[in-house]
């Protein structure tokens, strides 16, 4: 997962819920040092909420993804964001800002 243009990351799911497994693992898969390179916000929902998970990017862009990981698998979630990261990538490589 390229996480190099990651701002903001904020994420609220229930724990115990299967609905929330793939931000489960979105959480566990940003690096050791992601909270020196970016804002992480974790909101645990109780265990008899029925909100359905949510995770909100924020890109150094400024796009802003919002998310229902209940809807995606995980090697989904990840090429949906790692989407919008290869074309900041690319801007980057090209000598854009």
Partial sequence: MITKFLTN???SFNPFSKASKSARIFLSLLP???RST????TKLL???S???PRIAITFKDGK???LE????????????????SR???KKEDLGGN
Avoid: N
């Fill in 50 to 52: 029925s909100e359905a």
């Fill in 32 to 34: 050791p040092d992601a």
């Fill in 9 to 11: 990351v904020a994420v």
């Fill in 69 to 84: 990981p209940s809807k995606f698998s995980i090697k989904d979630l990840v090429e949906e964001l790692d989407r919008h």
């Fill in 38 to 41: 970016m804002k992480i916000q």
């Fill in 87 to 89: 074309a900041l990538r």
């Fill in 46 to 48: 109780p265990q008899t």
């Fill in 64 to 66: 802003v993804m919002e």
